[in-house]
């Protein structure tokens, strides 16, 4: 059963304008989040996380909000650029255990 | 600068064929993965390894074996090869806390 859920597979954006990916999660047992970004024929590359003691956590042009009573976060990307084109993934961890759960992946594409 | 480092790119293997894909990690991590990722499935857990010569199972193990005989050294065994085994293969690794996981720059394997 897939405990991280990216439930939008694709987004796309105008340069310039907001985009916001969003992932919600089932295991209240989780208390650490992140975002990766992957491009095509490359490993994932670690964007931002957060932990659950906050609600916000912010690194440039990256913002990532959590709501734990609703189980869910998502990522701002503001403003977007073409070379945020990607696909992003959310996963969660327990800062106890060993393993990290994604969640299936948004394609963004951000149009020039 | 950190690294993962996964042996091969791209592999054209046969139907049957034994596959060891191997993956290194330089940060002296104590826990090592191996995910397979695929269109719309996201990425999915194969085996991990919190220790040396300790394995546990993902969530779709069938059909794959891992080997850790150092700590730094971890890697995936496709005992017969099959055609639904082609997909993209990712090494990751990370401490302890859970707190980010690194990523090799993945193997593309195709089984013909």
């Known amino acids: 059963d897939q405990q991280v859920k990216q439930n939008s597979p694709s987004l796309s954006v105008q340069e310039g304008r907001i985009s916001i990916l969003n992932c919600d999660y089932t295991?209240?047992?989780?208390?650490?989040f992140l975002w990766y970004k992957k491009y095509p024929a490359e490993g994932p590359t670690f964007l931002i996380s957060i932990s659950s003691i906050k609600d916000k956590n912010e690194d440039g042009r990256f913002t990532v909000f959590l709501n734990k009573s609703a189980k869910h976060l998502s990522l701002h990307i503001v403003p977007s650029q073409p070379g945020d084109s990607a696909v992003y993934f959310c996963?969660?961890?327990?800062?106890?255990?060993?393993?990290?759960?994604f969640g299936t992946g948004t394609s963004l594409t951000v149009i020039p | 600068d950190v690294k993962v480092t996964q042996s091969s790119r791209y592999l054209v293997k046969r139907t049957g064929e034994k596959v060891f894909l191997e993956c290194v990690q330089d940060?002296?991590?104590?826990?090592m993965f191996w995910y397979r990722q695929d269109p719309g499935l996201g990425l999915r857990l194969i085996y991990f390894?919190?220790?040396?010569?300790?394995?546990e199972k993902g969530d779709i193990p069938e059909g794959y074996s891992v080997s850790r005989e150092k700590k730094e050294r971890f890697s995936l065994i496709l005992e017969s090869a099959s055609t639904n085994q082609t997909s993209m293969y990712l090494c990751a690794s990370s401490p302890p806390s859970g707190t980010e996981a690194f990523f090799g720059q993945g193997t593309r394997l195709t089984v013909v």
């Open positions: 996963a969660a961890s327990s800062l106890t255990g060993n393993q990290f759960y």
């Open positions: 390894s919190y220790d040396v010569k300790m394995k």
């Open positions: 295991n209240s047992m989780f208390d650490y």
């Open positions: 940060m002296d991590h104590e826990n």
